[in-house]
């Protein structure tokens, strides 16, 4: 079950923010790999000068088990920090497409050091619009 909310604020005709919020349960057969999980964001995006477009979007995570791992005798908890940044250059298009280049850094912290890390993410894409 996975449930959000967004709401946009168009700043000028160049620029928007956003607020986004989730929730998610994960239920499975066997009680410490169930979880419950909330999110919230903050989006901004703006067109720049010669037909680039960049965002930033930093977010944050929380998620609870339901019971502890065997393992390590306690119910595993965790909380994450994601910070997104996106650019992308409308005159660079080919049938339609356009390439995008994102960069995302996830620091999960957890109560059990197994599931901590840190993670620097790079993606290079296509985006088109409907």
């Given at each position: 079950l996975t449930t959000q909310a967004e709401g946009t604020y168009v700043l000028s005709p160049?620029?928007?923010?956003?607020?986004?919020?989730?929730?998610?349960?994960?239920?499975?057969?066997?009680?410490?790999?169930?979880?419950s999980g909330v999110w919230a964001g903050v989006a901004?995006?703006?067109?720049?000068?010669?037909?680039?477009?960049?965002?930033?979007q930093p977010a944050w995570f929380v998620t609870r088990y339901d019971a502890a791992l065997p393992a390590f005798g306690k119910t595993r908890a965790d909380d994450a920090l994601m910070l997104n940044m996106t650019i992308l250059n409308?005159?660079?298009?080919?049938?339609?497409?356009?390439?995008?280049?994102?960069?995302?850094?996830?620091?999960?912290?957890?109560?059990?050091a197994l599931y901590s890390y840190?993670?620097?993410?790079?993606?290079?894409?296509l985006t088109t619009q409907f």
């Open positions: 160049s620029s928007l923010v956003q607020l986004q919020a989730g929730f998610n349960r994960q239920t499975a057969k066997i009680d410490p790999y169930s979880y901004y995006q703006r067109d720049l000068p010669f037909g680039f477009s960049a965002s930033i409308r005159r660079f298009e080919y049938h339609g497409f356009t390439p995008r280049f994102s960069y995302t850094f996830t620091d999960q912290r957890s109560n059990i840190t993670r620097h993410q790079f993606q290079i894409g």
